[in-house]
């Protein structure tokens, strides 16, 4: 069977819902200067009438003095990479303009340490504001990944907040825009977003939905699905959607008009175990092969994406319970966004009344039009479906498919590394540390380092650690039954597989 849908006729309907989706944030990746090719993207690329706010990225923090560091100085200054980026204002005189720091590469513990103290929140204000306004951004967006994980403690939910009210009183005074980049599940929440409280001092929440599966969990899932497969039932699996995420938001007290839901212009790949079966949740052995442009393997642009579906080698099909489609060619597996999913994501986005949506990121896209689908063919699709645009877009045919189930349920841990700059991989992940079993002392479990370690009383659960710390028994997670968690993939896998 095969399922034609019409954009046109979506943007109708969803036009007829809540009219509080009005932002297009956009973040650019300013390392894509450094691409080469068709994919080499400068800030002169940017099409900045398709956003109402685009965010620079990436700035770091010195672990030292914990001011703001500007991480590529030649780019960024010697090539005047913000002035360039602000000067976008004359293109687009109402397009907002802000500055991001940190990112997955970032980590941390530089961010641990800023907020544990006063004087270093202070400095780290100070120098903000001093950089926002010497290139004249609109604003400063937050992008720690995560608070409280991958080098952090237990006391950055506290600290965080505290970082965000004190920064909320200085940007009031300096006209400027506050804005935070999160993890999308709802086990965040428990150790590193203390919601209500967020709430109070960001202008808007960047929620990023996507990297739900990739492949380090060993078996092909969607990078983004918009709802949960049949059979992610449980409470860890049921979470790895956008539905589930922005409902989880919503429920512990964000305000919808703060969140900003987040669409990816990438996919993850998968080298598969076997071309038998080419479906969903089946076996794989690694990351799919590396881009000619984001030199990444298990992940590829947009770009990249539809220039290996334009040599018609590849299968394109439709998830028809996840709402996103798929491709494969011999043992290469892609799950990726295209019109149809986008126009979709924000379709579920305006029902819910959100603030808006996010795109991760400008540089991705096929902004010259090389695959014939026209110039920025993910951004404008959805720009039109946010703003209700009556333009004609290009409708997409897509093939259902049936999904089969996976041999194991996985925890959204990312696998380590060695990227820096191509991508921001900002996934929803907890730790790339190895697991080691967790300590008892004195009757208490006592956390040996950072990361998920696995319960020493049961193979079938695991706890969420901070080196040193008392295990907290609320962030205790078990795994489905006849699963056991494994230690050397960090994940839930089949007990018969597992040394326990």
């Not at 009344?353 to 695959?371: A, F, H, K, R």
């Not at 191509?422 to 907890?430: G, I, M, N, Q, R």
Request: proline share 3%; with cysteine; glycine share 8%.
């Amino acid at each position: 069977m095969r399922i034609y849908l019409s954009l046109g006729v979506l943007f109708c309907a969803v036009s007829t819902l809540s009219a509080a989706t009005d932002k297009v944030v956009c973040y650019f990746g300013s390392w894509a200067t450094y691409r080469v090719s068709n994919g080499k993207f400068d800030i002169e690329n940017i099409n900045a009438n398709l956003c109402t706010h685009i965010i620079y990225s990436f700035v770091g923090i010195d672990p030292t003095g914990y001011t703001v560091k500007i991480l590529d100085t030649y780019n960024d200054v010697n090539l005047n990479g913000f002035t360039r980026f602000v000067a976008l204002k004359q293109k687009n005189p109402s397009v907002k303009l802000l500055l991001a720091v940190g990112g997955w590469n970032e980590g941390s513990t530089s961010y641990s340490n800023m907020v544990a103290s006063s004087v270093t929140r202070n400095a780290f204000i100070q120098s903000v504001v001093y950089l926002l306004k010497t290139y004249n951004f609109d604003g400063f967006d937050i992008d720690w990944e995560y608070p409280t994980l991958r080098g952090g403690i237990p006391d950055d939910r506290v600290n965080f907040i505290t970082l965000l009210t004190e920064m909320r009183t200085r940007f009031n005074s300096e006209g400027l825009l506050l804005t935070i980049a999160v993890g999308a599940t709802k086990d965040y929440h428990r150790s590193a977003y203390n919601v209500p409280e967020i709430n109070k001092y960001v202008d808007f929440v960047n929620l990023m939905t996507y990297d739900m599966h990739a492949y380090w969990d060993a078996k092909t899932g969607h990078n983004a699905p918009l709802y949960a497969a049949t059979w992610e039932t449980d409470s860890v699996t049921s979470m790895y959607n956008m539905a589930a995420c922005v409902q989880g938001w919503l429920d512990d007290g964000l305000d919808a008009s703060k969140l900003v839901v987040g669409i990816p212009v990438y996919g993850h790949t998968f080298t598969l175990a076997s071309t038998a079966d080419t479906g969903v949740g089946v076996r794989t052995t690694g990351p799919g092969t590396a881009g000619t442009y984001t030199a990444e393997g298990g992940t590829l642009s947009y770009l990249e994406i539809c220039e290996r579906l334009k040599t018609g080698t590849y299968t394109k099909a439709w998830d028809s319970v996840q709402q996103v489609p798929y491709a494969f060619s011999g043992n290469q597996w892609i799950s990726f966004d295209d019109v149809t999913s986008v126009a979709l994501k924000v379709a579920y986005a305006k029902s819910k009344g959100v603030g808006g949506v996010m795109v991760w990121s400008l540089e991705s896209d096929d902004d010259q039009n090389i695959c014939g689908a026209g110039a920025y063919p993910i951004g404008t699709a959805i720009y039109n479906a946010v703003f209700g645009s009556s333009g004609t877009v290009t409708t997409t045919t897509v093939q259902t498919t049936t999904t089969t189930k996976a041999a194991a349920t996985t925890t959204t841990t990312k696998a380590a590394t060695t990227t820096t700059t191509t991508t921001k991989s900002p996934v929803t992940t907890t730790t790339t540390a190895k697991i080691t079993t967790t300590t008892a002392s004195g009757g208490k479990l006592i956390c040996p380092s950072s990361g998920y370690k696995r319960d020493p009383n049961d193979c079938g659960a695991f706890y969420q650690c901070s080196p040193g710390s008392v295990v907290n028994p609320d962030w205790r997670i078990k795994c489905q039954p006849d699963l056991y968690f494994d230690e050397n993939s960090n994940t839930c896998n089949w007990a018969y597989l597992v040394s326990c």
